[in-house]
């Protein structure tokens, strides 16, 4: 699988993903003390929809573009629609969708940090333009996986971490839980988000079954599945340390989102609790 994020940009997995990102800093700025912010797969950093790339898949016509036209977003999702609004503030319509490294320095407050990592020379490039300007963010060109290990524990002993993987590889998924336990055995404290696509179930349920047998606690699952008819249908995010009230908060908030995103009947958003917290 080749998940470049130009080509997907605020499709439907765009849209959970970042809204639960949001959210969960947000959630963890209810404390004055500092933050890091991590993202070992931060892409170009922002998107134009209207670019080759976002318009040869059409895919945040069914994502984001849906729900920038409703006024009935449940709570949870505020944080995230915000700031997609603001980054098209000077737009007509939508045209600019914001990713993680975007969202992240929009979100980081004075005393917090940002690190962006991003192998792809190119992207990085494109992240580096981007972000120029804020003193907040740090972007690392090379490998996000060697990077993540050589960054924790951060001084701040307080952060989120997206691993956000384009899984290019065949063993992505065994390399993603490797490394996962590596950086928690280092920062066993940090708040973890690991994204991945749901397209062999069998593969994605041994991804979690190793990580709920790896004696790590306070592991959780959220998926969702638009039922789409080709390319990718559904994902996951596996999370660690997130919100005690995560499940509780996004109890409506879930089917609502994977109504508002169907692209067939079977449509379904999940919570589920791998390890006890």
């Given amino acids: 699988m080749n998940y470049r994020h130009a080509y997907h940009a605020g499709n439907f997995a765009d849209v959970l993903k970042h809204a639960l990102l949001c959210w969960i800093v947000r959630y963890l700025q209810r404390k004055v003390a500092p933050l890091v912010l991590i993202d070992t797969h931060a ?91 804020n003193r907040r963010v740090r972007v690392v060109t090379g490998d996000g996986y060697r990077a993540l290990l050589a960054l924790v524990p951060p001084v701040e002993k307080r952060g989120v971490v997206l691993v956000d993987p384009p899984f290019e590889e065949p063993d992505e998924f065994e390399y993603l839980a490797r490394m996962f336990v590596a950086a928690h055995r280092k920062w066993p404290t940090g708040t973890y988000l690991l994204w991945y696509p749901l397209k062999e179930r069998d593969q994605a349920a041994r991804f979690t079954a190793e990580l709920a047998g790896a004696g790590i606690r306070k592991l959780a699952c959220v998926t969702i599945d638009v039922d789409r008819n080709e390319g990718l249908s559904a994902m996951g ?3 660690c340390n997130a919100p005690y009230t995560l499940e509780q908060d996004w109890a409506e908030a879930l089917p609502w989102l994977a109504a508002a995103l169907a692209q067939g009947p079977g449509a379904a958003a999940t919570f589920e609790r791998l390890t006890p917290d």
Avoid: M, Q
């Fill in 43 to 133: 892409g170009a950093g922002s998107y134009d929809l209207t670019a080759p790339e976002a318009g040869k898949t059409g895919e945040a016509n069914d994502g984001i573009l849906r729900l920038l036209s409703r006024a009935d977003a449940p709570p949870p999702l505020s944080n995230y629609l915000d700031l997609v609004r603001a980054a098209n503030r000077a737009n007509a319509a939508p045209t600019i969708y914001p990713g993680s490294p975007a969202l992240f320095a929009a979100l980081a407050r004075a005393a917090d940090r940002v690190v962006v990592c991003e192998r792809h020379p190119d992207d990085a490039s494109t992240l580096t333009r981007t972000l120029r300007g």
């Fill in 237 to 239: 995010l596996v999370l």
